[in-house]
């Protein structure tokens, strides 16, 4: 089985981001990681291809810096890589960067491609189902467990009050929640390893995409604010009636 899984370098969601003078995200700073749920897709990718063997692959859209990522997960266990890295892809929207992710899955041979549910930079969480869209495969999202029998593939797709039981032929594409596995570490043995795995980087030349960039993106972020500073909250001294001021406050901000 032939695994691709899709990861992303983000800045770390614990520390203030910062945006540059286009108002886009600062990718450039040294406080940058794998995208929180890419490391559970990672994860379910390498349980798949150890419990019925195959090949994982990782794909990555980034600067050059995101190589960083990508020598993680080789290290975790994956394979091999390919990293798509071209200066116009900066400002790219979903819908663009969707096509670029879809041009270069088109260069591999695989049976399944596993995501996070989002990212952690943007949020959107549309990216599983605009691939979906653009090579035809189904989407089965929020996956909680994933099991494959080779031609098919099964997922608990995870709900607010509990899961359904989604299955499709395979090639699919399947995105995972936090609460599907526990992410490995990556071995000293793995990562001497991931320095010997091949790592193919490609231009939007070499996929023959010409849409790229803020020029052709969709949207346009207009102005970006710092958020507000946090307030002190309300101390409310328990003198026998801390009860009935919880309730005022609480109904107060429409809690109750």
């Known amino acids: ?24 995200v600062d990718r450039n700073g040294a406080n940058n990681v794998m995208g929180e749920l890419d490391e559970y897709a990672v994860e379910a990718a390498l349980q798949l291809k150890e419990a ?12 050059g810096q995101a190589t960083e990522t990508v020598r993680k997960v080789l290290a975790m266990g994956a394979d091999k890589a390919l990293h798509i890295e071209d200066d116009a892809v ?27 549910a989002e990212s952690t930079d943007s949020n959107m969480g549309v990216m599983p189902q ?15 467990k994933i099991d494959t029998d080779g031609t098919t593939v099964t997922v608990e797709h995870q709900r607010a009050n509990g899961y ?30 991931a320095k010997r795995k091949p790592v193919e980087t490609l231009a939007l030349a070499d996929l023959g995409v010409t849409e790229a960039g803020p020029a052709d993106a969709r949207n346009e972020v207009l102005s970006a604010a710092e958020r507000p500073a946090r307030t002190a909250g309300q101390i409310v001294a328990d003198d026998g009636q801390g009860g009935d001021a919880l309730a005022e406050f609480l109904a107060a901000e429409k809690f109750i």
């Open 130 to 144: 605009l691939l979906a869209a653009r090579t035809g495969a189904p989407a089965l999202t929020g996956a909680r």
């Open 1 to 24: 089985m032939n695994i691709v899984v899709l990861v992303k370098q983000v800045p770390d969601s614990g520390l203030a981001r910062q945006l540059d003078a286009q108002l886009r």
């Open 90 to 116: 900066g400002g790219s929207d979903a819908l663009t960067t969707s096509a670029i992710l879809a041009a270069a899955l088109g260069r591999l041979e695989w049976d399944l491609v596993i995501a996070g």
């Open 52 to 63: 019925h063997g195959g090949e994982v692959t990782v794909l990555t859209l980034g600067p």
């Open 164 to 193: 359904d039981v989604l299955s499709a032929n395979l090639p699919a594409i399947v995105s995972v929640w936090d609460t599907i596995n526990t992410p490995r570490y990556p071995s000293l043995k793995g990562i001497m390893a």
